[in-house]
Each structure stands twice: as structure tokens, then as C-alpha cells.
């Protein structure tokens, strides 16, 4: 082959090497962000968990810088320094403050940079950053472990109440392993049953009822929906209202004219002095009342005698007689009409 | 049959390990030989460049499909386990770390020690069988110079050049794969690609191409320049170029691996 072509391909081969190598290196410096102008800026973490060197900076999600270096700070924790690109700084402001993270779940540790008010300002080259905290996976570890405990403790807890229940312990325990109770639960279970029965013909009783409601020939419906009826039974009842308002009154003035004539009464009947009080209270003279009644009753017997001695006397005979014919004529002529 | 002379050893240790030892000797002066004798000055640049085209254009179309169905049969086969914690998105960058930091180096250095190697070795074991290295020697043209310098720089330059190329080729195959089961863009491919490789996985990949290159080349030229017993010792010689650069590649790997992880 031709030296000079055999040369040429060779350098070709060379340089596409290079160009190969020239690429990477461009690559990674646009991924590590190389050539970009940053910023530093610090912030001390009790634990870092894992972060190193070269683990990326996010701010809401985007990344933003690298980790630069890590350094132990004895009694406080780790010092990490960290880089920001200069054209994210505009967006970061002094009050953000940064947390380890992880990318993905089970992905390499990353600083994350969140919050801060625009009221603070922006960061400045050798921003010291406040920490804040987000549960490790170690955290959540420890969590499920003590969960696992818990349900563990549940577990042997069921276990326990379980063998008693089987033993026939406590009310569970004998209410399944005693026959007597389980037959009156059975018993009560059948009643129960049979009331449920009950409730379901009530039920449908009822529905039928609800039924009728609805008829527009029943009362109900009409009394709801009848515009002739209602108003009339609207002033019947207002009326009926006033009346019992009279009445109610009548019964009050009723109600001060018995306590008045109660009053009066009381008066009347405890006073000695008045006729009616001694007649009430004195005994002797009702003895006397008592005796003049008696004198007069007799009395009257006796001059019933004397009046029917006289009708058959000639001189009111003939009056009597025509009293008694002017009543027979009246009677006639009452069953004639 | 005579006597040993008592209190004196025949062998250091026993005669095998005692010729390995010394085989590994001459291998150590033949490196240091390399270094002392190595000048730009005196540099053959013609042989250089033939190598390089022997060494590296020659092997481009082994390297490619062997980069190319690497990257995309690794993106295959890993598939399925991150699908299981649903981390198919990973991908890129898993198969990047992988073929950047480990494995693009290696399987160029490994195809290269089975092409290259064996080819070196067997070249150089026949001119030595057929006496022509001892020929140049008479005639004054330097064979160590001629022969081994420009092999061994040419394994040198060649091989870092074709790892590159086998990544490029390996995460072309891999993007190809990921865009026909989750159809990822070839720029968010990169991105995720890209993301996770750091400079220190670059350099440590240059660092290992470069070493295995220039083992490559040693252990091939050695092996050749010192082959002997006829047609027998150029196949030995073949034969031990690719099994001893193999052996070292993978020594060289787990010293690099361990260097660059200090350094993490």
C-alpha cells in the first residue's frame, strides 16, 4: 500500500480516537458542569449518609450543582461544601435551606435546596445553609421494625385471648363452649326472628299506608293538596282557636266568680253571727230547726185534710167540679191535633 | 552417573520455578532494555506507522463488533434486573459506568492480545527462528530498535485509541437497545450516560488502556524476540504472547481498580 495512504489512515485513526476522547471529556465536563461559572456554599449536616464528593445539588428538582468536599467538624458533625452554578443563584434565596436525599429510592445521595422567601434575597458566594432533616431509609426502617414488634405484641395478645376463648374462659370463652346459653341465645335468635317477621309485615303495613297517603281520593292526600278544603279548614280552625280563647277567658272570669262565691261561702259558713252560720255551726239550733220542721210537716198534713174536707163542702163543690171538666177538655183536644 | 558435590544446590528452588524466575528476569531487563533504548530520535517512524495500521486500522472491524455486541447484549442481560425494582431508567447510566470504567478497556485489550499478540509474537519468533533478527544485528540496523520499540509503541497508542472507540461503539449498540424497549432519546440517553462517569473513570480507563497496550506489546515482543527450537518455539511464542498478556491484563486490571478507587 502507498505510504502516503497507509500515513493518512493512520492519522485518521488517531484523530478519531481523539475525537472519541474529546467528546467524553466535553460530555462530563457539561455533566459535572465544568466550564460553568459557581458559587460555594456550605452546610453542616450531624450525618451525611453516605453523600460524597461529586453527588449532585437539586433545587426543585433541577440539578444545580456538585458536592466539592466533605470534612469532619469535631462536636458538630460534617461540614459539606458544595458548588452552585452562578445562573441559579437569582432562584435560591438566604432563609432555603437543604436536606440529603436520595435520587430514587434505592439511588445515590443528593443535597436537595428547597423553600426560602423572596423577601430575604438571593444567596451569596459562601452562603452558610440551614439544615433540615427527611427521614432515612434507616428511619423508615426503624419504623416498620417497630411496627413489626407491635404486631408481633397483637399476634401473641389474639393468641392468648384465643386459647382462653378455646378454654371456655371469660363470657366469649363460655358463651360458645356452655350448651345452656347457647340454647337461650339460639332461643332468643328464633324470637328475634320472629319479630324481625313482624317488623316486615309492619313494615309493609306501613307501606301500604304510605300508599293511601298518596291516593288522591283519601283525606290525607286531599287535606295536602285540595285547595277548597284547606282554607276552609283553616278558618274552622281559627275559629275554633278564638273560641277556645273565649272559653278560655269565660273560664277565667268563671274561675274568679267561684273563688269569689268560695269566699264568700267560707266567709259566711265560719262566721257565727250571720243566720246562715248559726244555722250551720250552732247544734241546738238545729235541734230547734229540726223540731219546727217537724211542727210544720204536721202541720201541713193537716191542713191538706182540712182543704180536702173542703172540696166536698157544698159551698166549693161546684167550683172543683168544673176545674175538673176544663181539664179533660184540654187533654181531648191535645190527642185530637 | 556422577555424584552432586554435597552441600551444594543444583536449583534455586526447583528447576520449573527457577526458570520461570529467570524468565521473568530476562522479561524485566527486556522492559528496562525498552526504556533505555527508546528515543524519539531514533525512532523508526515508517514501522512505527505500519504498526499502528497493522495494529489498530487492522483490528477496527473486530473491535467494533465485538464493542458493539457487547454494549448491547450487557444493556440486555441487566434489563431485567432493574426492571424488578422498576429501574429500567438506570440503564445508561449502568451500562456507561460499566463500559467506561471496566469494560471497554478490557475487551479491547483482550481482542487485542488475541489478534495483536499472537501476531506480534509469532512475526517475531519466526524472524528469530529464521535468523533475520541476527541478520539485522550483522548489518547494523538495530533490531531491538526496528522491531520491538515500534511494536510496542504502536501497542501503546493503538490500544487506548481502540478502547475509545470500543465504548463509542459499545454505547452506540447499548442506546440502540434502549431505544427500541423503552425508546429513549439518543440526548437523554447521553445525559443519563454521561451523568454518572466522572473524570477519574476517564483517566483511570486512558491510564488501563495504555498499560494493557503497552503489555500487550512486551509480552508479545519478548516472547517473540526470544523464541527459539524452530517452528515449534513460534508457535510456543504465539502462544505464550496471548496467554501471558491476558494473565497481565486482568493483573493490571485489579492494580488500577484498587489505585483509582483510593482515590475516590
Avoid at chain 1, 90 to 107: N, P
Avoid at chain 2, 162 to 170: D, P
Wanted: glycine share 8%; proline share 2%; net charge neutral.
Amino acid at each position: 500500500m502507498n505510504s502516503t495512504k497507509k500515513n493518512a489512515k493512520v492519522a485518521l485513526f488517531m484523530l478519531f480516537g481523539l475525537i472519541i476522547f474529546a467528546g467524553g471529556i466535553i460530555l462530563i465536563s457539561s455533566m459535572r458542569k465544568v466550564f460553568i461559572k459557581k458559587i460555594s456554599a456550605v452546610a453542616v449536616f450531624q450525618d451525611v449518609a453516605g453523600l460524597t464528593k461529586g453527588n449532585n445539588v437539586w433545587f426543585s428538582g433541577v440539578k444545580v450543582g456538585t458536592v466539592e468536599s466533605l470534612e469532619f467538624i469535631p462536636d458538630k458533625g460534617v461540614k459539606v461544601n458544595f458548588q452552585i452554578e452562578e445562573k441559579s443563584q437569582q432562584y435560591i434565596f438566604k432563609d432555603a435551606d437543604v436536606k440529603i436525599s436520595t435520587d430514587g429510592l434505592i439511588g445515590n445521595p443528593i443535597l436537595v435546596i428547597s423553600g426560602g422567601n423572596i423577601s430575604q434575597g438571593v444567596i451569596e458566594d459562601g452562603h452558610i445553609f440551614k439544615i433540615s432533616r427527611e427521614d432515612s431509609q434507616q428511619d423508615m426502617i426503624k419504623t416498620l421494625q417497630e411496627n413489626n414488634k407491635n404486631i408481633l405484641a397483637i399476634t401473641d395478645d389474639l393468641k392468648n385471648m384465643i386459647a382462653s376463648i378455646d378454654s371456655g374462659k371469660g363470657n366469649l370463652g363460655k358463651f360458645l363452649k356452655d350448651e345452656t346459653l347457647f340454647n337461650e341465645v339460639s332461643q332468643t335468635v328464633g324470637q328475634l326472628r320472629a319479630s324481625s317477621y313482624q317488623v316486615t309485615d309492619f313494615a309493609k303495613s306501613l307501606n301500604q299506608f304510605g300508599k293511601k297517603l298518596n291516593d288522591p281520593q283519601g283525606l290525607p292526600y286531599q287535606l295536602a293538596t285540595n285547595k277548597t278544603i284547606m282554607p276552609k279548614l283553616e278558618s274552622t280552625v281559627n275559629s275554633l282557636e278564638s273560641g277556645a280563647s273565649s272559653l278560655q277567658k269565660t273560664a277565667g272570669n268563671a274561675e274568679v266568680l267561684v273563688n269569689e262565691v268560695k269566699s264568700d261561702l267560707n266567709r259566711i259558713t265560719s262566721s257565727k253571727n250571720s243566720a246562715f252560720g248559726v244555722l250551720i255551726n250552732n247544734p241546738e239550733m238545729a235541734d230547734y230547726m229540726k223540731s219546727t220542721m217537724i211542727n210544720v210537716e204536721s202541720g201541713t198534713e193537716k191542713l191538706d185534710e182540712n182543704l180536702e174536707a173542703l172540696q166536698h163542702s157544698i159551698f166549693f163543690r161546684k167550683y172543683f167540679r168544673k176545674k175538673e171538666e176544663r181539664e179533660k177538655e184540654a187533654a181531648k183536644a191535645m190527642d185530637s191535633e | 552417573m556422577l555424584k552432586k558435590p554435597p552441600g551444594k544446590r543444583e536449583n534455586f528452588i526447583s528447576e520449573k520455578i527457577d526458570r520461570q524466575l529467570l524468565d521473568f528476569k530476562s522479561g524485566v531487563d527486556f522492559v528496562i532494555l525498552f526504556f533505555k533504548e527508546f528515543s524519539f530520535k531514533t525512532l523508526v517512524w515508517s514501522e512505527f506507522v505500519h504498526q499502528c495500521y497493522q495494529i489498530g486500522l487492522k483490528s477496527l472491524g473486530l473491535i467494533s463488533l465485538t464493542g458493539f455486541v457487547t454494549g448491547l447484549v450487557f444493556t440486555q442481560q441487566s434489563r431485567p434486573s432493574l426492571l424488578d425494582f422498576g429501574a429500567e431508567s438506570w440503564l445508561p447510566s449502568l451500562v456507561s459506568i460499566a463500559i467506561v470504567r471496566a469494560l471497554a478497556a478490557l475487551v479491547t485489550a483482550i481482542i487485542a492480545a488475541g489478534k495483536v499478540g499472537s501476531n506480534i509474537g509469532a512475526e517475531l519468533g519466526s524472524m528469530r527462528v529464521t535468523e533475520q533478527i541476527d541478520a539485522m544485528e550483522v548489518s547494523a540496523v538495530r533490531p531491538f530498535n526496528f522491531l520491538v520499540i515500534t511494536r510496542v509503541l504502536a501497542c501503546t497508542i493503538s490500544i487506548p485509541i481502540l478502547s475509545f472507540y470500543t465504548a463509542a461503539v459499545a454505547l452506540a449498540g447499548s442506546f440502540i437497545n434502549v431505544y427500541v424497549n423503552e425508546q429513549t432519546n439518543l440526548r437523554a440517553f447521553l445525559f443519563d450516560a454521561f451523568d454518572s462517569i466522572t473524570f477519574l473513570d476517564l483517566g483511570s480507563s486512558l491510564i488501563k488502556a495504555i498499560l494493557f497496550g503497552f503489555t500487550i506489546g512486551m509480552v508479545s515482543c519478548y516472547s517473540g524476540y526470544n523464541a527459539s527450537k524452530g517452528t515449534i518455539g513460534v508457535g510456543k511464542a504465539a502462544n505464550t504472547s496471548v496467554v501471558r498478556s491476558i494473565f497481565l491484563i486482568f493483573i493490571i486490571e485489579i492494580f488500577v481498580v484498587q489505585v483509582t478507587n483510593s482515590f475516590r
